[in-house]
Protein backbone atom coordinates (compact mmCIF):
# COMPACT_ATOMS: atom_id res chain seq x y z
CA UNK A 1 0.00 0.00 0.00
CA UNK A 2 2.56 2.39 1.16
CA UNK A 3 3.10 3.64 -2.55
CA UNK A 4 7.29 4.73 -1.78
CA UNK A 5 9.69 4.00 0.63
CA UNK A 6 9.06 3.96 4.53
CA UNK A 7 10.85 6.63 5.90
CA UNK A 8 13.33 5.47 8.17
CA UNK A 9 14.53 8.05 10.90
CA UNK A 10 18.32 7.21 12.08
CA UNK A 11 19.16 6.24 15.80
CA UNK A 12 20.71 10.41 16.15
CA UNK A 13 17.09 11.17 15.68
CA UNK A 14 15.75 9.39 18.30
CA UNK A 15 18.41 10.01 20.90
CA UNK A 16 17.84 13.90 20.51
CA UNK A 17 14.31 13.45 20.57
CA UNK A 18 14.68 11.64 24.07
CA UNK A 19 16.90 14.44 25.14
CA UNK A 20 14.15 16.73 24.35
CA UNK A 21 11.93 14.58 26.42
CA UNK A 22 14.18 14.17 29.50
CA UNK A 23 14.88 18.09 29.63
CA UNK A 24 11.37 18.92 29.46
CA UNK A 25 10.81 15.87 32.41
CA UNK A 26 13.47 17.66 34.25
CA UNK A 27 12.32 21.45 33.61
CA UNK A 28 8.82 20.08 35.02
CA UNK A 29 10.14 18.69 38.24
CA UNK A 30 12.30 21.88 38.70
CA UNK A 31 9.29 23.95 38.05
CA UNK A 32 7.20 22.04 41.08
CA UNK A 33 9.57 23.33 43.65
CA UNK A 34 9.02 27.27 42.73
CA UNK A 35 5.60 27.10 44.46
CA UNK A 36 4.01 28.74 42.06
CA UNK A 37 0.26 28.46 43.31
CA UNK A 38 -2.31 27.95 40.91
CA UNK A 39 0.07 28.39 38.13
CA UNK A 40 1.00 25.48 39.18
CA UNK A 41 -1.24 23.31 37.09
CA UNK A 42 -1.42 25.23 34.04
CA UNK A 43 2.53 24.97 33.75
CA UNK A 44 2.68 21.12 34.25
CA UNK A 45 0.09 20.22 31.75
CA UNK A 46 1.54 22.92 28.87
CA UNK A 47 4.95 20.88 29.69
CA UNK A 48 3.37 17.74 29.79
CA UNK A 49 1.18 18.88 26.58
CA UNK A 50 4.72 19.23 24.81
CA UNK A 51 5.99 16.21 25.51
CA UNK A 52 2.81 14.18 24.27
CA UNK A 53 3.30 16.06 20.84
CA UNK A 54 7.03 15.25 20.48
CA UNK A 55 6.11 11.55 21.66
CA UNK A 56 3.34 11.99 18.85
CA UNK A 57 4.97 13.36 15.75
CA UNK A 58 8.51 11.65 15.91
CA UNK A 59 8.10 8.72 18.06
CA UNK A 60 4.88 7.81 16.56
CA UNK A 61 5.51 9.22 13.70
CA UNK A 62 2.63 11.49 12.71
CA UNK A 63 5.22 13.37 10.62
CA UNK A 64 6.20 11.12 7.98
CA UNK A 65 2.85 8.90 8.09
CA UNK A 66 -0.45 9.47 6.37
CA UNK A 67 -1.85 13.05 7.08
CA UNK A 68 -5.24 10.97 8.17
CA UNK A 69 -3.70 10.04 11.52
CA UNK A 70 -2.91 13.69 12.18
CA UNK A 71 -6.39 14.48 11.57
CA UNK A 72 -8.05 12.21 13.59
CA UNK A 73 -5.45 12.60 16.26
CA UNK A 74 -6.28 16.13 16.98
CA UNK A 75 -9.56 15.14 16.31
CA UNK A 76 -9.86 13.09 19.28
CA UNK A 77 -8.03 15.73 21.32
CA UNK A 78 -10.09 18.83 20.39
CA UNK A 79 -13.37 15.97 21.63
CA UNK A 80 -11.51 15.77 24.76
CA UNK A 81 -10.96 19.32 25.46
CA UNK A 82 -14.47 19.89 24.72
CA UNK A 83 -16.01 17.37 27.37
CA UNK A 84 -13.51 19.02 29.77
CA UNK A 85 -14.81 22.63 28.91
CA UNK A 86 -18.03 21.99 28.77
CA UNK A 87 -17.93 19.85 31.97
CA UNK A 88 -16.20 22.47 34.12
CA UNK A 89 -18.54 25.25 32.32
CA UNK A 90 -21.20 23.19 34.54
CA UNK A 91 -18.94 22.84 37.57
CA UNK A 92 -17.70 26.65 38.22
CA UNK A 93 -21.66 27.70 37.94
CA UNK A 94 -22.65 25.01 40.93
CA UNK B 1 -0.58 -2.69 -3.78
CA UNK B 2 0.31 -3.87 -7.03
CA UNK B 3 3.35 -2.52 -8.11
CA UNK B 4 4.90 -4.86 -5.06
CA UNK B 5 4.97 -7.77 -7.30
CA UNK B 6 6.88 -9.59 -5.21
CA UNK B 7 3.84 -10.47 -2.57
CA UNK B 8 0.99 -10.50 -4.72
CA UNK B 9 -0.18 -13.93 -3.56
CA UNK B 10 0.09 -13.17 0.36
CA UNK B 11 -3.33 -10.91 1.13
CA UNK B 12 -1.14 -8.23 3.02
CA UNK B 13 -2.61 -4.78 4.41
CA UNK B 14 -0.16 -2.94 6.45
CA UNK B 15 -1.62 0.48 6.20
CA UNK B 16 -4.73 -1.19 6.73
CA UNK B 17 -3.01 -2.76 10.09
CA UNK B 18 -1.89 0.69 11.24
CA UNK B 19 -5.09 2.30 10.94
CA UNK B 20 -6.79 -0.49 12.71
CA UNK B 21 -3.98 0.27 15.48
CA UNK B 22 -4.92 3.98 15.12
CA UNK B 23 -8.55 3.51 15.63
CA UNK B 24 -7.50 1.55 18.73
CA UNK B 25 -5.16 4.20 20.52
CA UNK B 26 -8.09 6.62 20.11
CA UNK B 27 -10.50 4.32 22.11
CA UNK B 28 -8.07 4.23 24.57
CA UNK B 29 -7.08 7.76 24.59
CA UNK B 30 -10.93 8.34 25.37
CA UNK B 31 -10.74 5.98 28.43
CA UNK B 32 -7.84 7.25 30.29
CA UNK B 33 -9.14 11.00 28.85
CA UNK B 34 -12.71 9.98 30.99
CA UNK B 35 -10.02 9.31 33.81
CA UNK B 36 -8.30 12.23 33.14
CA UNK B 37 -11.74 14.27 33.74
CA UNK B 38 -12.78 12.46 36.82
CA UNK B 39 -9.59 13.25 38.50
CA UNK B 40 -10.29 17.00 37.10
CA UNK B 41 -13.45 17.26 38.53
CA UNK B 42 -12.95 15.40 41.81
CA UNK B 43 -9.55 17.92 42.12
CA UNK B 44 -11.35 20.67 41.63
CA UNK B 45 -13.74 19.92 44.34
CA UNK B 46 -11.27 18.52 47.09
CA UNK B 47 -8.23 21.07 46.12
CA UNK B 48 -6.60 20.20 49.60
CA UNK B 49 -6.92 16.96 50.08
CA UNK B 50 -5.79 16.29 46.49
CA UNK B 51 -2.48 18.39 47.22
CA UNK B 52 -1.57 16.43 50.55
CA UNK B 53 -2.47 13.28 48.67
CA UNK B 54 0.41 14.10 46.72
CA UNK B 55 2.57 14.65 48.70
CA UNK B 56 2.37 11.47 50.06
CA UNK B 57 3.51 10.21 46.61
CA UNK B 58 7.79 9.56 46.08
CA UNK B 59 8.50 12.14 43.75
CA UNK B 60 11.94 10.20 43.18
CA UNK B 61 10.02 7.05 41.79
CA UNK B 62 7.66 8.91 39.52
CA UNK B 63 10.58 10.75 37.71
CA UNK B 64 12.77 7.38 37.67
CA UNK B 65 9.94 5.67 35.65
CA UNK B 66 9.12 8.27 33.49
CA UNK B 67 12.58 8.40 32.39
CA UNK B 68 12.72 4.94 31.92
CA UNK B 69 9.70 5.12 29.96
CA UNK B 70 10.91 7.77 27.64
CA UNK B 71 13.78 5.60 27.36
CA UNK B 72 11.99 2.69 26.44
CA UNK B 73 9.98 4.51 23.89
CA UNK B 74 13.69 5.74 22.16
CA UNK B 75 14.59 2.03 22.29
CA UNK B 76 11.62 0.89 20.55
CA UNK B 77 11.62 3.22 17.77
CA UNK B 78 15.26 2.64 17.32
CA UNK B 79 14.08 -0.90 16.82
CA UNK B 80 11.74 -0.30 14.73
CA UNK B 81 14.40 1.78 12.03
CA UNK B 82 17.11 -1.19 12.47
CA UNK B 83 14.65 -4.12 11.16
CA UNK B 84 13.86 -1.46 8.44
CA UNK B 85 17.61 -0.98 7.53
CA UNK B 86 17.54 -5.11 7.68
CA UNK B 87 20.05 -4.86 11.04
CA UNK B 88 18.37 -7.69 12.69
CA UNK B 89 20.45 -8.06 15.45
CA UNK B 90 20.08 -4.25 16.48
CA UNK B 91 16.50 -4.47 16.58
CA UNK B 92 16.83 -7.79 18.82
CA UNK B 93 19.00 -5.48 20.93
CA UNK B 94 16.82 -2.36 21.35
CA UNK B 95 13.65 -4.73 21.66
CA UNK B 96 15.37 -6.53 24.43
CA UNK B 97 16.46 -3.26 26.11
CA UNK B 98 12.88 -2.28 25.99
CA UNK B 99 11.59 -5.42 27.20
CA UNK B 100 13.78 -5.26 30.76
CA UNK B 101 12.82 -1.39 31.31
CA UNK B 102 9.20 -2.40 30.93
CA UNK B 103 9.90 -5.07 33.82
CA UNK B 104 12.13 -2.89 35.98
CA UNK B 105 8.90 -0.17 35.68
CA UNK B 106 6.49 -2.74 37.19
CA UNK B 107 9.48 -3.50 39.79
CA UNK B 108 9.65 0.14 40.73
CA UNK B 109 5.74 0.25 40.57
CA UNK B 110 5.90 -3.39 43.05
CA UNK B 111 8.00 -1.18 45.42
CA UNK B 112 5.79 1.78 45.41
CA UNK B 113 2.90 0.31 45.97
CA UNK B 114 3.71 -2.21 48.29
CA UNK B 115 5.44 0.77 50.30
CA UNK B 116 1.50 2.28 50.36
CA UNK B 117 -0.19 -0.54 50.96
CA UNK B 118 2.23 -1.35 53.77
CA UNK B 119 1.32 1.76 55.65
CA UNK B 120 -2.68 0.70 54.94
CA UNK B 121 -2.85 3.25 52.24
CA UNK B 122 -4.77 1.13 49.90
CA UNK B 123 -8.76 1.22 48.67
CA UNK B 124 -10.71 0.42 51.91
CA UNK B 125 -7.58 0.64 53.82
CA UNK B 126 -7.81 1.43 57.50
CA UNK B 127 -5.04 4.15 57.67
CA UNK B 128 -6.83 5.77 54.75
CA UNK B 129 -10.48 5.12 55.88
CA UNK B 130 -9.69 7.45 58.86
CA UNK B 131 -8.68 10.09 56.20
CA UNK B 132 -11.09 12.82 54.66
CA UNK B 133 -13.51 11.68 51.86
CA UNK B 134 -11.26 13.61 49.00
CA UNK B 135 -8.24 11.65 50.26
CA UNK B 136 -10.04 8.53 49.88
CA UNK B 137 -10.78 9.73 46.09
CA UNK B 138 -7.39 10.82 45.62
CA UNK B 139 -5.81 7.38 46.26
CA UNK B 140 -8.63 5.72 44.74
CA UNK B 141 -7.70 7.47 41.50
CA UNK B 142 -4.09 6.98 42.12
CA UNK B 143 -4.43 3.31 42.13
CA UNK B 144 -7.46 3.05 39.21
CA UNK B 145 -5.33 4.95 36.75
CA UNK B 146 -2.09 3.94 37.43
CA UNK B 147 -2.97 0.36 37.53
CA UNK B 148 -4.72 0.34 34.34
CA UNK B 149 -1.59 1.82 33.58
CA UNK B 150 0.61 -1.21 34.95
CA UNK B 151 -1.91 -3.69 32.97
CA UNK B 152 -0.93 -2.18 29.90
CA UNK B 153 2.35 -2.35 30.81
CA UNK B 154 2.03 -5.75 31.54
CA UNK B 155 0.24 -6.45 27.64
CA UNK B 156 3.16 -4.49 26.35
CA UNK B 157 5.81 -6.75 27.81
CA UNK B 158 3.70 -9.88 26.43
CA UNK B 159 3.73 -8.42 22.76
CA UNK B 160 7.46 -7.08 23.31
CA UNK B 161 8.41 -11.40 24.09
CA UNK B 162 6.32 -12.51 20.89
CA UNK B 163 7.72 -9.82 18.76
CA UNK B 164 11.19 -10.60 20.20
CA UNK B 165 10.66 -14.36 19.13
CA UNK B 166 9.22 -13.22 15.58
CA UNK B 167 12.30 -11.24 14.42
CA UNK B 168 14.39 -14.07 15.65
CA UNK B 169 12.66 -16.44 13.67
CA UNK B 170 13.08 -13.82 10.73
CA UNK B 171 8.78 -13.89 10.88
CA UNK B 172 9.18 -9.90 11.26
CA UNK B 173 12.09 -8.41 9.06
CA UNK B 174 12.84 -5.55 6.67
CA UNK B 175 9.86 -5.98 4.41
CA UNK B 176 6.90 -7.03 7.03
CA UNK B 177 7.72 -5.24 9.99
CA UNK B 178 4.27 -4.02 10.81
CA UNK B 179 3.99 -6.10 13.72
CA UNK B 180 6.50 -4.39 15.50
CA UNK B 181 5.52 -1.18 14.50
CA UNK B 182 2.17 -1.28 15.81
CA UNK B 183 3.81 -2.92 19.05
CA UNK B 184 6.15 0.56 19.23
CA UNK B 185 2.76 2.51 18.45
CA UNK B 186 1.04 0.84 21.11
CA UNK B 187 4.01 1.41 23.62
CA UNK B 188 4.40 4.73 22.57
CA UNK B 189 0.72 4.98 23.79
CA UNK B 190 1.33 3.84 27.18
CA UNK B 191 4.00 6.07 27.48
CA UNK B 192 1.73 8.83 26.57
CA UNK B 193 -0.61 8.29 29.53
CA UNK B 194 2.29 8.10 32.17
CA UNK B 195 3.21 11.67 30.63
CA UNK B 196 0.01 13.17 31.99
CA UNK B 197 -0.25 10.64 35.08
CA UNK B 198 3.17 11.71 36.20
CA UNK B 199 2.60 15.43 36.57
CA UNK B 200 -1.28 15.29 37.64
CA UNK B 201 -0.31 12.44 40.65
CA UNK B 202 3.33 13.48 41.52
CA UNK B 203 4.19 16.88 40.80
CA UNK B 204 1.48 18.73 41.04
CA UNK B 205 0.59 20.69 44.48
Same mark, same amino acid.
Given at each position: ??????????? $???????????? =?????????????????????? =???????????????????????????????????????????????? $? | &??????????????? +?????????????????? &?????? %?????????????????????????????????????? &???????? +??????? !??????????? !??????????? %?????????????????????????????? &???????????????????????? %?????????????????????????????????????
Amino acid at each position: MSQEKPHISSY $RSHVFVLAALIV =LTGISVAVTTLELGRLDTLVAM =LIAGAKAGIVLVWFMHLKFDNKLYTIFTVLVIVVFLLVLYVTFFDYSY $R | &MEKNAEHTHVHRDDE +GDKLGMWLFIFTELLLFG &MLFLVY %AVYRYRNPVAFQLGGEELDVFLGTLNTVLLLVSSATVA &MSISAIQK +GLKKHAL !VFLGITLLIAV !VFLVNKYFEWG %AKIEYGFYPGGEALLELGHGTILFFGLYYV &MTGIHALHILIGIGLFIYVFQQIR %ADKIHSTDYIWLENTGLYWHLVDLIWIFLFPLFYLIH
